[in-house]
């Protein structure tokens, strides 16, 4: 069983930021495909960012150019830095990993138990 726990959300003004973190095994965090999907109220999950394990990216059309996910080997830790926030990034936020790059594919096999983002207007 693979436990994934993130952190770093909370609430923050339109045109803001935040980073959050996804922890767990060091090899999952550093070898396998990790993934950030998101869920608005009312709304289905989404994928928002993926990295595979040659540390190739791809965002959602909807966060390109403001999002920005990596990761720290040393740390075992996974990054998405979330800039200029609007009130349409407000959701629960899931790290998700796997073996297999699913990338924005909602079939990964390990997930966190979320963690919210609340952008203010």
């Known amino acids: 069983q693979v436990t994934l726990v993130e952190s770093g959300g909370g609430s923050v003004q339109s045109g803001g930021s935040l980073r959050l973190s996804c922890s767990g095994p060091?090899?999952?965090?550093?070898?396998?495909?990790i993934a950030w999907f998101r869920q608005a109220p009312g709304k289905e999950r989404e994928g928002v960012a993926a990295?595979?394990?040659?540390?190739?990216?791809v965002y959602a059309d909807s966060v390109k150019g403001r999002f920005t996910l990596s990761r720290d080997p040393d740390k075992d830790t996974a990054y998405l830095l979330m800039n200029n926030l609007t009130p349409e990034d407000t959701a629960m936020y899931f790290c998700?990993?796997?073996?297999?790059?699913?990338?924005?594919?909602?079939?990964?096999?390990?997930w966190g138990q979320g963690i919210q983002v609340t952008v203010s207007p």
């Open positions: 998700a990993a796997d073996y297999v790059p699913w990338r924005l594919q909602e079939r990964y096999r390990h």
């Open positions: 060091g090899e999952v965090l550093d070898k396998y495909s």
């Open positions: 990295i595979d394990s040659d540390d190739d990216t």
